[in-house]
C-alpha cells in the first residue's frame, strides 16, 4: 500500500483561502481524470467540503507522488501553488489511513463528531466509483471509513462530542437562550435545498419555528423540501419561493439560513440593509435585570435610539447613500470615512461601558478600566456630545482603547456589568454555512443584524470541552488502522500465494499425465486415488508455509515476504500480476456503488 492524501482543511488554512480553493463538480471529475493520467498514481479519489480538499491516491513514488498531487490541486482550484504550499499536509500509507478515518468518525470536523461527513466519503467514493478512478485500495480505504465511521456513533457518545453544524450554528445565533425557547414562534428563511440546506430546514422545523420558507434556483427542489417539511409532523408550516422573491422574504422572517453552490454572494449588505429598514420594527428591549442598571442595557438598542439623530445630521450607515447635503456635528472632521453606526457604536460603548458586539465577537469595555487615555469623554451625555470635536484619528484611537479595556477586563473579574448579548434587540439573524460564503461578511455592521458564518463558527468551536467519548474513538481509529494495515499486507501477498498453488496444480497435473504414459493399465478408480493422493501431499506441503507467509506478510514490515516467495519458488512476475488484475476486476464488481 501506497496510499498518499494532499490537502488542506479549517484546521491548516484560513477561510479566505478554503472558498478561493473550493471546487464544483466539473472540476472534481477533471482533477480525478488529471491525477490518473499523472505518472504517480494509479487511482484517486477527491474529498471536497466546505472544510477541506483532500486528494487521496495510491502512488508507486513518494516525493513525485506529493509534487504531482499538489501542483494538480492549485491547477483546479486556482490557488497559486506558492500560495497554497503553506496551507498543505500530507500524509502517507498508515497515517493517510488514520486520518481518513479520524475524519470519518467526526475527530477532525469544525464541530466535533458531527456525522454529516459520512455522507461526504460516501459521495467522494461514489464519484470516483463513477469516474473509475477508485481502485482497490480507494474502495476498500472509503468503504472501511464508512464501516468505521458508523462504529464510532453506535459504540460511543460521539454524537454528544459536538453538534451538527447547522445546530451548533443555531445555538450560536441563540447565544445564552436555548434554541428551542429562541427559535419558537419565528420565521425562517432557508436559502437552498441541497443535503446541507434540507438538514437545516428539517433542524428549524423540530426546535418549533412557525414557518420555513425555501428559495432554491431549482423550483421543483425548493417545493419538494417544503411538502417533506409539512409532512414531518413538527406543525411547521413550509412553503416554496423563487429566488427572485428572496428579497421580499427577507423583510417577513426572522431567520435565514443560507447554505447553496454558488460562486458568489447570493445576500449583499444592501440586501440585508433594504429588508431590515423595510421589515417590521424589532421587538421591544427586554427588561433590564434586576440589580443592573441602565448601563448594562445592549449596545445595539442604544445605537437604534440614536440612529434617527444620526441620519439627521447626514452619517448613515454603510450601503444607504448620504443625504444631499450632509450636516457635520460640530467640531467633527470625519470626512466622509466614517459611517454613522460605527461612531454610533464607539460613542455609545464609551458612554455606557458596555458590550460591544461585532460578528460574534465581543468587545467588553469595564468601568473599572482606566480611562485616562480615551480621546471620548464618557461624561459628555449622550452619543453625539461624546464625540464631538473628535477627529477620525483621534476615533481610531478609541478602537485601540476599547481593545486594551477588553484584554484588562479579561484579567480581573468583572464588577457589576454583564456582557448582555441576549439584550440586544436582533432584527434578523443569519447564518452563512456555503463555502465559499453566501452572505457578505459586512453585514454584521448593521444594526439589528447578527451573523454566524462557517469562520466564526470555527472560533466557537476551538476551544469546545471534548467529550470523554472522544478518547474512546480514538481508540476504534487506532484499532481500525492496525486491521486495515494488516488486512492489505496480506492481501498484498494473496496472488504470490495464487500463483504458488496453481503452479503446484500444474506441477501434479504434469506428473499424473506422465504417470498414465508409464502405467496404461491403471483403471479410472487407480487413476483418481493416485492423482488425489498426489494432490494432498502438495496441499499439505504448502500449506504451513502459505498461512505462515500471510501471517508474516500482514505485521508491519512484512511487504518482502511476497517478493521472497517469488524467489524460492522461481515464480513468473507476469503470473502473479495477471493475478492481481484479475482479484481486482473481481473486488470493482462486486463492490458496486459505495453502501
Not at 472501511?144 to 456513533?153: C, E, S, T
Not at 445564552?176 to 441541497?194: C, F, N, S
Not at 420555513?212 to 408550516?237: D, F, K, P, Q, Y
Not at 495464487?498 to 491403471?522: H, I, Q, S, T
Request: glycine share 8%; net charge negative; with cysteine.
Amino acid at each position: 500500500m501506497s496510499l498518499l492524501v494532499v490537502g488542506l482543511s479549517h484546521r491548516s488554512a484560513p477561510v479566505s483561502v478554503l472558498e478561493r480553493a473550493s471546487l464544483n463538480a466539473d472540476a472534481k471529475a477533471k482533477l480525478l481524470h488529471d491525477t490518473l493520467a499523472a505518472e504517480p498514481a494509479a487511482e484517486a479519489a477527491v474529498l471536497a467540503t466546505c472544510n477541506r480538499i483532500e486528494l487521496y491516491a495510491d502512488v508507486d513514488k513518494f516525493h513525485a507522488g506529493v509534487a504531482e498531487l499538489s501542483t494538480l490541486l492549485a491547477q483546479h482550484s486556482g490557488v497559486a501553488l506558492e500560495e497554497l504550499t503553506p496551507y498543505l499536509y500530507v500524509h502517507y500509507e498508515d497515517r493517510a489511513v488514520h486520518h481518513l478515518f479520524s475524519v470519518a468518525c467526526g475527530l477532525d470536523s469544525m464541530v466535533v463528531g458531527e456525522g454529516q461527513i459520512l455522507g461526504q466519503i460516501k459521495d467522494a467514493l461514489a464519484l470516483g466509483q463513477e469516474l473509475h478512478t477508485a481502485g482497490r485500495l480507494i474502495n476498500d480505504l472509503f468503504q472501511q471509513a464508512l464501516r468505521v465511521g458508523k462504529r464510532a456513533h453506535s459504540e460511543t457518545g460521539i454524537d454528544r462530542a459536538g453538534q451538527s453544524l447547522v445546530t451548533f450554528g443555531l445555538e450560536q445565533l441563540a447565544v445564552h437562550l436555548p434554541v428551542g425557547e429562541w427559535a419558537a414562534g419565528k420565521r425562517a428563511l432557508v436559502i437552498g435545498a441541497g443535503s446541507m440546506s434540507s438538514l437545516a430546514a428539517a433542524t428549524l422545523a423540530r426546535v418549533g419555528v412557525a414557518e420555513i420558507v425555501v428559495a432554491n434556483r431549482t423550483a421543483e427542489r425548493a417545493e419538494r423540501l417544503a411538502e417533506i417539511l409539512v409532512a414531518s409532523g413538527t406543525g411547521v408550516g413550509a412553503r416554496a419561493v423563487a429566488m427572485s422573491a428572496v428579497a421580499e422574504e427577507l423583510t417577513r422572517v426572522d431567520v435565514v439560513v443560507s447554505c447553496t453552490g454558488a460562486t458568489g454572494l447570493v445576500l449583499t449588505g444592501d440586501d440585508v440593509a433594504a429588508a431590515v429598514s423595510r421589515g417590521s420594527a424589532p421587538d421591544p428591549a427586554p427588561q433590564t435585570p434586576a440589580g443592573l442598571d441602565s448601563a448594562g442595557v445592549g449596545l445595539d438598542v442604544a445605537v437604534s435610539r440614536d440612529s434617527a439623530a444620526y441620519t439627521s445630521a447626514g452619517l448613515k450607515d454603510r450601503g444607504s447613500a448620504p443625504d444631499p447635503a450632509p450636516q457635520t456635528p460640530a467640531g467633527l472632521d470625519v470626512a466622509g470615512a466614517v459611517a454613522a453606526g460605527v461612531v454610533a457604536r464607539l460613542a455609545a460603548a464609551a458612554a455606557a461601558g458596555v458590550r460591544l458586539a461585532d460578528a460574534g465577537v465581543a468587545r467588553t469595555i469595564a468601568p473599572g478600566t482606566d480611562r485616562d487615555d480615551c480621546p471620548v469623554d464618557p461624561a459628555a451625555g449622550d452619543g453625539r456630545a461624546a464625540i464631538a470635536g473628535v477627529d477620525a484619528s483621534s476615533l481610531e484611537l478609541h478602537g485601540t482603547w476599547a481593545d486594551q479595556g477588553e484584554a484588562a477586563a479579561q484579567r480581573q473579574p468583572r464588577r457589576g456589568v454583564r456582557a448582555q448579548v441576549d439584550g440586544v434587540a436582533v432584527r434578523l439573524a443569519l447564518l452563512d454555512l456555503a463555502m465559499p460564503r453566501d452572505i457578505d461578511a459586512a453585514v454584521h455592521r448593521i444594526p439589528g443584524v447578527r451573523l454566524v458564518d462557517i469562520e466564526s463558527l470555527a472560533e466557537a468551536s476551538a476551544d469546545a470541552p471534548m467529550a470523554a467519548d472522544v478518547d474512546a474513538v480514538r481508540g476504534i481509529v487506532t484499532e481500525e488502522v492496525a486491521a486495515f494495515g494488516a488486512a492489505q499486507r496480506a492481501a498484498h501477498i494473496t496472488p504470490t500465494v495464487v500463483a504458488l498453488r496453481a503452479m503446484a496444480a500444474e506441477v501434479v497435473a504434469m506428473e499424473v499425465a506422465r504417470l498414465d504414459g508409464r502405467v496404461p493399465d491403471l483403471d479410472e478408480r487407480q487413476r483418481a486415488e493416485v492423482t488425489q493422493t498426489v494432490r494432498r501431499v502438495v496441499d499439505k506441503l504448502l500449506h504451513a508455509p502459505t498461512v505462515r507467509v500471510k501471517q508474516l506478510a500482514s505485521e508491519p514490515g512484512g511487504a518482502g515476504y511476497a517478493e521472497a516467495l517469488r524467489e524460492l519458488f522461481d515464480l513468473d512476475p507476469q503470473t502473479v500480476a495477471s493475478v492481481s488484475r484479475a482479484d481486482a476486476a473481481d473486488q470493482n464488481d462486486d463492490s458496486g456503488r459505495a453502501s
